[in-house]
């Protein structure tokens, strides 16, 4: 093994979920030259940023919890987000993370020069490293709805992931722009606060599955704490019903076609059963097919819309005017406050960061066409560069958390591979990127995400972005490296690789 490899360098953009758990995986791996770049003051990425009222995750939280750091106090099955945060900050303090972390450094360039990656800041700070991981998260660019007269609103605006927290909320007429997981989330606290008057645009119906969030009483975390056998068993069986949940949406089976259409009933019993107007109803059903948009959980968002003052608004908006909303029916509705619940750019990735691979190739020269990654990490032109939760990762129906703590592993066994001198560099040859995307599209069309919805989960061509396959398809996928899909591959290693073909299903 080349001694001048034992010890590679390693710059991870983003210190929230992912960024967090690489680290620490590395760390495990005996790869300790790590350096943590985190644009803000303070860790936890997302759940750092979004603090609006309500904000919870949608994944139960055993299951939102690092595979190495079992938590037995969260304090209910969706943790609120604040708990969350405080969870990432722990495990950050617990691993001695701060050593290694730079805050308040925010990436604008990374080119690859003489065998290493040259890491520029905003601060007009230098690093160099071996690798380079981005974890900056796949939603944590903002997304604005283009609707004329926006910026002449006269009150405050503020979008969901930026809330102000500075703004007086009670006695107000509020606007909601969106309906989906933020949305349903921030909807029934603003309904509920004092004399308000909540005015919802819904822009698409949203499927909602009832959810019941069960407070953890002090009995049951000293039970957690005693036997953290009980913590596996809750986080694997929440882990079960969303792998299934999620082959139903991708799977031609007859069984899980089944289970889809189970799923559908369920969600349009949970509507009537709990919305009886049937006017409201109607504005409240999805015309397109369950599972097409990422789906709501929530126990909430129904009683809400059924109170006095509760406003569901579906004409089009057609302007914002200083004091409030024109639709297209030419109401005007008045308005104090503006809240867009509008969503992230979900294909921003990385940028707007310049990424500048070998001979100055650019990310958005290779995503001119199509936005693809070899296993969602790895690109040709870039070598030693990993995207995390990448293209095509199977985020939005599963747990991002253990998406990401298997991406690390199969980051770590390529950089093993390049310990060893296996691989002379760890870059992805364009023809595997190829096979590996055409082997993919054949899948993607059969799936439920492109069964004709509009949604963040499809490219600028229809295409799904996210996973078309099984969980357990794509974790046999993430657990052996072929290392002839590589350039520079060593004759031992290539008599040693190991081959894997994406599941039929």
């Not at 993370?97 to 065998?115: D, I, K, M, S, W």
């Not at 059969?446 to 963040?456: D, E, K, L, V």
Request: glycine share 6%.
């Amino acid at each position: 093994m080349n001694t001048q490899r034992q010890n590679p360098s390693v710059v991870i953009i983003g210190a929230g979920m992912t960024g967090i758990g690489l680290a620490i995986k590395l760390k495990l791996a005996g790869i300790n030259n790590i350096t943590l770049l985190e644009k803000a003051g303070s860790v936890g990425g997302t759940w750092r940023e979004n603090t609006y009222p309500g904000v919870a995750c949608d994944v139960p939280s055993h299951a939102y919890t690092y595979s190495f750091a079992p938590n037995p106090d969260w304090s209910s099955f969706f943790a609120p987000g604040h708990e969350i945060c405080a969870y990432f900050q722990s495990v950050f303090d617990r691993y001695a993370l701060a050593e290694h972390t730079y805050f308040n450094e925010e990436v604008t360039r990374c080119h690859y020069e003489r065998g290493r990656w040259q890491v520029e800041t905003a601060n007009d700070t230098h690093f160099e490293a071996d690798f380079l991981f981005s974890a900056t998260g796949f939603l944590h660019r903002p997304k604005y709805p283009e609707i004329p007269g926006l910026e002449n609103f006269a009150g405050p605006k503020m979008h969901s992931a930026r809330w102000d927290h500075s703004v007086e909320l009670k006695r107000k007429k509020i606007g909601v722009i969106g309906t989906g997981s933020s949305a349903t989330q921030i909807i029934p606290e603003l309904i509920d606060t004092e004399n308000t008057q909540v005015s919802v645009f819904q822009r698409t119906a949203q499927w909602i599955v009832h959810t019941d969030n069960k407070p953890y009483s002090e009995s049951d975390k000293a039970k957690f704490r005693a036997k953290p056998s009980r913590i596996e068993r809750v986080k694997n069986l929440s882990l079960y019903v969303f792998e299934q949940g999620t082959t139903a949406l991708t799977s031609q089976s007859l069984f899980y076609r089944t289970m889809h259409k189970l799923f559908a009933w369920n969600a349009v019993r949970h509507l009537k059963q709990k919305v009886k107007n049937p006017e409201l109803r109607k504005k409240l059903t999805p015309d397109y097919t369950f599972g097409c948009k990422r789906v709501v959980m929530n126990g909430r968002f129904y009683d809400a819309m059924q109170k006095p003052n509760a406003h569901l608004v579906t004409e089009k908006i057609a302007k914002v005017v200083p004091n409030g909303i024109v639709t297209a029916d030419g109401q005007h509705h008045e308005l104090d406050i503006l809240v867009m619940a509008t969503g992230f750019d979900s294909t921003a990735f990385m940028r707007p960061i310049s990424l500048e691979g070998r001979d100055g190739i650019t990310i958005n020269d290779v995503w001119r066409k199509k936005m693809v990654a070899y296993r969602s990490m790895c690109l040709p032109g870039f070598p030693n560069f990993f995207l995390t939760l990448g293209p095509n990762s199977p985020v939005g129906n599963y747990s991002v958390i253990a998406i990401s703590e298997k991406q690390a592993d199969y980051a770590i066994q390529l950089i093993n591979a390049w310990q060893s001198g296996a691989l002379e560099t760890v870059e992805v040859k364009r023809s595997a990127l190829d096979s590996w995307y055409a082997k993919l599209k054949g899948k993607l069309s059969h799936t439920i995400w492109a069964s004709g919805c509009q949604s963040w989960y499809l490219d600028a061509d229809g295409d799904p972005l996210t996973w078309p396959d099984s969980w357990k398809a794509w974790t046999r996928m993430m657990k052996t490296c072929n290392l002839d899909d590589f350039e520079h591959v060593s004759v031992q290693a290539q008599n040693d690789t190991e081959t894997y073909s994406l599941a039929e299903s």
